[in-house]
């Protein structure tokens, strides 16, 4: 025992000097690396104090020294100092101790008159220095050896981190220097395309400037960052992460690398996202609920009757007028009952009641209406519709009811009920005979007048027996019109020959109507039928007042314009539909032949029509000319080349004379007088020629046009240039013209200021000449194209004339345009809007009815877009006013009737910028 005491004793005798020299390398390290840390916050002031001390205690001592007479040397003190100085601070702090010590002794030698020792300062310096320089290289060696332990610490921490977390190491400046797999796997990169690349390359551009301006402010300033990011992936998907950077400093103290440890938070991210998206879709959903329930006026109240609770919706007191109040005593159900019951007038409560016994026996629904009188004593009509959750006992275990007010449904069920009894009152107070049927065609009711007229009894079916009082020749017509209507919705416009009580047949102006509801579906249809005896009895009379009346030329030409519109909207439906019927058949020889016999007959009415329309623009000043050098000579080729093939048909000869002769003139307007004069001469010389021919009289040019016709009597020649005269043409045939050809001419020889000649003989021929001012020189004619593709574009259509408007949809559609249709300007504005303004160009009538014309209303549409579009007014009004104010808006003009071709090319021309982008 005592042996091994003695052992352990001597073990521990070596072990001791081990154990201090291990703490005095401690304490060595210690104070080096306190040392460090001071130079690297300090790297200049802390050196130069520390030489600046060990100067001062050096000088000090050496006073001390030569006070004691034990001085051998005048730098013995300052040795010391200046080794502990260059061991304390390096260097630096060395050599400001060497010099401001060695100035220190000097300055003392000089004040004790000493002498000045060159060797001994010499000594001092070399040692000095070379203090300084080995106390600096130790401690760069101690700064190595701390930075490599630093790196082996940081290396060793990264691989520990490296199994659990996504590592990466940057620069200063942002490269990339490590990657872990981990990292590598969650941007899809490999290390490869990492290394050295920046870390932005994988912003994902979610989070602002500002968040990256704090990151880097709190790294760069040496603290560590935490916070969740979001980057993008090599295949652009993002993932987040919860991260933490901390910045590895240098030993100036400024970041020379920063080490990021991540977490994967993407799956968390993603529902926080998707929890976050869809409380926001159900907020939306629940304010969209409530404004729907506010709007239409719907509540609801649950009673859950296991648990006793009743609970109402937020807008109960909104929609019944009252909040619910029950009593403090009695069955909870029997005391909401009676306090239901308490705003319920007396003749519903009874009904109410039995409802609520009948839900309370177990009945699975039901629904009831009734009046609710609320707090401020309104009566409201209000739908109740319950459903109730069977418990096990057979008895409502949970009772949900729904409480709709249908007060204005109720008003509109009962005006529409009084407008009903007001019509038939009405109906039956009217002469004319009067009906409604159902959407299906069944007739349902008479007025009286109808009894009264066929002598049918009051008490028969209104839809049996009808048909006895029809002329059955045309019951067959009548059935396929209404069949028509019935499919099409169409409204019924005809004249129905009716047999009255007397037995006699009278005819009846018969006009079926659709009633639509708000969806536009037919709910009924309501026709009215109108004697018309008198009127057919009085159309001669009226015929012949009306060849009269036209002997008055400003009298007629005024009633032509008041009459314009309503004869061409029929006329214009015809030819867009013929059109189309002249598509339809187009394989069916016999059908086109008889559609072109149509057509030149309706032809005949256009050009009547075309003619009027021409004198009342020329009565209203419209078109006023434009005066310019027309070149007469390639005018009159023109015209000559577009007439030979006429010329040969008639078997006439066509002659041209022409000179290099100009004239002042509207090139339209000549070029339509010249054509209503060969026209003429056309027309009225069966056999021989035409000549067209120039003439230079003096400071005028004369356009001669001389025929081999039939010859003009002398006291007939100023006549014929009145409307509607004609020679030789009693039964008004349209192939000879209208007797309006010669009167347009002498309106436009007035806005030409051109004077016409007339010479002529009976059975030789005629000359009609225009005598124009002469010119010099005529500028270049652009050439107008002549084939037009046809029209493509989105065009809205404004026609308050149902048919008409039919026709153009459908012959615009042909050509292949998208239409737009409205009857009305107000109407157009509301689709325009709806649209939000996506068409290409307005197509309107001029006259719409009691609202906006039809410039109004494209004005309008122009003024809310914002932009102008290509519109053409197309009207059958010949007022001069209204054709004025037509020109003036700068809009497209075309007179009904217009043929199809006619509209197509206007059309066309007016969509190609459209077409063309």
């Known amino acids: 025992m005592r042996h091994e005491a003695q052992s352990d004793f001597a073990a521990g005798e070596r072990k001791a000097p081990d154990r201090l020299a291990r703490d005095w390398l401690f304490a060595v390290d210690a104070v080096l690396a306190r040392i460090a840390g001071l130079r690297r916050r300090a790297p200049l002031v802390y050196p130069m104090g520390v030489g600046l001390l060990a100067a001062v205690a050096g000088v000090a001592g050496q006073a001390g020294l030569i006070a004691a007479r034990a001085a051998s040397s005048p730098f013995l003190a300052l040795y010391p100092a200046a080794i502990a100085a260059a061991f304390a601070g390096g260097f630096r702090a060395g050599l400001t101790a060497l010099i401001l010590g060695g100035a220190g002794a000097e300055a003392l030698a000089l004040a004790l008159n000493a002498p000045f020792d060159g060797p001994a300062l010499l000594v001092f310096v070399l040692c000095s220095l070379a203090v300084a320089f080995a106390a600096e290289a130790l401690h760069r060696i101690f700064g190595e050896l701390h930075a490599a332990e630093s790196r082996l610490e940081l290396q060793a921490r990264i691989s520990a981190l490296d199994e659990h977390a996504i590592i990466e190491v940057t620069d200063h400046a942002g490269a990339i220097t490590y990657a872990n797999d981990k990292f590598c796997a969650i941007s899809q990169y490999s290390r490869d395309e990492l290394l050295g690349r920046n870390h932005r390359m994988m912003s994902s551009g979610l989070h602002s400037q500002e968040f990256y301006h704090r990151m880097w402010g709190s790294i760069l300033a040496g603290e560590v960052w935490r916070g969740e990011v979001c980057n993008a992936a090599k295949d652009g998907s993002h993932y987040w992460t919860d991260t933490t950077i901390v910045p590895f400093l240098d030993a100036r103290g400024r970041p020379r690398q920063f080490v990021a440890i991540r977490t994967d938070i993407t799956e968390r991210k993603r529902a926080e996202i998707a929890l976050l998206e869809s409380e926001a879709a159900l907020r939306l959903s629940q304010t969209r609920l409530r404004h729907a329930a506010d709007a239409g006026g719907l509540t609801y109240a649950e009673f859950d009757m296991t648990e006793g609770h009743v609970h109402v919706a937020y807008n109960f ?118 009906w409604i ?327 030789r021929g005629s000359r009609f000449s225009l005598s124009l001012p002469a010119a010099e020189g005529a500028p270049a004619v652009e050439a107008q194209p002549t084939h037009y593709e046809d029209p493509r574009g989105r065009i809205l259509i404004i026609e308050d004339n149902l048919i008409l408007r039919n026709g153009l949809e459908n012959i615009v559609r042909k050509w292949g345009c998208a239409t737009l249709a409205a009857s009305s300007g107000e109407e157009a504005l509301e689709i325009a809007a709806s649209r939000r303004w996506r068409f290409d160009a307005v197509l309107s009538d001029y006259r719409l009815g009691a609202g906006l014309t039809g410039v109004t209303a494209a004005k309008e549409i122009a003024r809310r877009a914002g932009r102008d579009f290509p519109t053409l007014i197309l009207t059958g009004d010949t007022a001069s006013e209204h054709i004025a104010e037509i020109a003036s808006s700068g809009f497209e003009l075309l007179h009904k009737p217009v043929s199809a071709e006619q509209l197509r090319r206007k059309l066309s021309r007016l969509l190609a910028p459209a077409a063309a982008k």
């Open 317 to 434: 007191a909104q929609v019944l007028g009252y909040s619910p109040k029950t009593p403090a005593e009695g069955p909870e159900m029997e005391r909401l009952a009676n306090g239901l019951l308490d705003h319920v007038p007396p003749e519903d409560r009874r009904r109410l009641t039995l409802a609520i016994q009948q839900c309370l026996k177990g009945a699975a629904s039901g629904r009831i209406e009734y009046r609710a009188i609320g707090e401020d004593s309104q009566e409201r009509w209000i739908e109740s519709v319950w459903s109730s959750e069977i418990g096990a006992n057979g008895k409502p275990a949970r009772i949900f009811v729904t409480l709709l007010d249908i007060t204005r449904l109720r008003a509109a069920e009962n005006a529409l009920r009084e407008s009903e009894k007001n019509f038939r009152s009405l109906a039956n107070a009217i002469p004319q005979l009067v």
């Open 437 to 763: 049927a159902s959407p299906e065609g069944e007739i349902t009711w008479f007025n009286e007048r109808w009894y009264d007229y066929t002598g049918a009894p009051p008490d028969r079916p209104a839809d049996s027996g009808w048909k006895d009082f029809v002329d059955p020749d045309s019951l067959s017509t009548i059935f396929e019109h209404w069949s028509d209507s019935l499919a099409t919705g169409r409204p019924l416009d005809m004249t129905i020959s009716l047999r009255g009580a007397d037995g006699r047949l009278r005819p009846f102006l018969t006009r079926v109507m659709p009633h639509r509801d708000a969806d536009g579906r037919i709910v009924q249809w309501f026709g009215a039928a109108t004697e018309i005896t008198e009127q057919k009895e009085l159309e001669e009379a009226l015929r012949t007042a009306t060849l009269e009346a036209e002997r008055a030329n400003r009298a007629k030409s005024k009633f032509l314009a008041s009459a314009s519109h309503d004869l061409r909207q029929p006329v214009q439906s015809l030819v867009l539909l013929l059109a189309l019927i002249e598509r339809q058949v187009a394989a069916v020889p016999k059908a086109l032949e008889t559609a072109k016999m149509m057509k030149q007959a309706l032809g005949g009415l256009n050009g009547l029509l075309t003619a009027i329309l021409d004198i009342s623009r020329l009565d209203a000043g419209v078109d006023a000319p434009a005066i310019d050098s027309v070149d007469l000579s390639a005018l009159l080729d023109r015209l000559s080349s577009e007439y030979e093939a006429k010329a040969a048909d008639k078997g006439l000869e066509l002659r041209l004379i022409k000179r290099p002769l100009h004239a002042l003139a509207d090139p339209a307007l000549l070029e339509r007088a010249l054509r209503n004069l060969i026209e003429n001469a056309f027309r009225y010389t069966p056999n021989g020629g035409v000549l067209i021919g120039l003439r230079r009289r003096g400071d005028r040019v004369r356009i001669d046009v001389v025929d081999t016709g039939i010859g003009v009597p002398k006291e007939k020649q100023q006549e014929i240039f009145e409307e509607f005269i004609q020679l030789n043409n009693p039964g008004r045939d349209l192939g000879k013209g209208l007797g309006l050809g010669l009167a347009i001419v002498a309106r436009l020889a007035a806005l030409l200021d051109a004077q016409i000649e007339v010479s002529s003989r009976v059975g």
